[in-house]
């Protein structure tokens, strides 16, 4: 079982950044951690994905919508993942939510949230104009 907890977010004005922290227990080798977002009336997407394996990740991906702006990282002394999200957006605002699922081979994450097991709590983040 694995236990995800979301913090961070909050409002800013656009151009602004905020950053995203989620601690994982209870993960161990081989999976795929997440950020996804869900704005009001829209589905689930994908933010950013990183592959993990003892410690050390691999195959970061971003959302086209966020390439250039947000970094996805991993403390692996902390089991953390951080979302840096720089120059941010109104269209940005939305719940995010960090996700992981074990991975049976190394490789690039899905970017279907319907493939995630694990959710946090989600956190809210607005961008203002």
């Known amino acids: 079982q694995v236990h995800l907890v979301e913090s961070g977010g909050g409002s800013v004005q656009a151009g602004g950044s905020l950053s995203l922290s989620c601690a994982a227990v209870?993960?161990?080798?081989?999976?795929?951690l997440g950020w996804f977002r869900q704005a009001a009336g829209k589905e689930r997407e994908e933010v950013a994905t990183i592959y993990t394996n003892y410690g050390h990740s691999f195959y970061k991906n971003y959302a086209d919508t966020v390439k250039g702006r947000f970094t996805i990282s991993q403390d692996d002394a902390k089991n953390t993942i951080h979302l840096q999200m720089n120059n941010l957006k109104p269209e940005d605002s939305a719940i995010y939510y960090c996700?992981?699922?074990?991975?049976?081979?190394?490789?690039?994450?899905?970017?279907?949230?319907?493939?995630?097991?694990?959710w946090g709590q989600g956190t809210q983040v607005t961008v203002s104009s």
């Open positions: 209870g993960y161990t080798y081989s999976y795929c």
């Open positions: 996700a992981a699922v074990m991975r049976k081979d190394e490789g690039a994450c899905p970017s279907k949230s319907s493939e995630y097991k694990y």
